[in-house]
């Protein structure tokens, strides 16, 4: 699936939380830079770990950085694509 431009980036956000889970992958939409050091690579996926949520407003996404092997934390709205996990369970 490849995102549209977002007509409210929030709700956009929202939806991605809720939808996308552990196992899946995300592909971020520029590079990603912790301490001016490249962690994640814009157009490369990487598997989402783990999630966490402290408010509404405060969401995250865990992966693992390629290049530095540390986790990386990456709010919902710097998705630019995303990729299901193929044996991810499905509720009939």
């Known amino acids: ?5 977002a007509e409210n980036p929030l709700l956009d956000s929202e ?13 971020i939409e520029v590079d990603y830079f912790v301490d001016h050091e490249l962690v994640l690579r814009r157009g490369r996926p990487y ?3 783990s999630k966490i949520e402290t408010d509404s407003c405060n969401m995250a996404f865990i992966v693992e950085s390629d290049i530095t092997g540390q986790l990386v934390f990456i709010h919902p709205f710097m998705i630019d694509d995303y990729i299901l ?3 991810r369970p499905s509720i009939n």
């Open 1 to 5: 699936m490849r995102i549209q431009e």
């Open 85 to 87: 996990n193929p044996q």
């Open 15 to 27: 939806f991605f939380w809720y939808s996308i889970l552990e196992g899946d992958q995300i592909i």
């Open 47 to 49: 598997q989402i770990l």
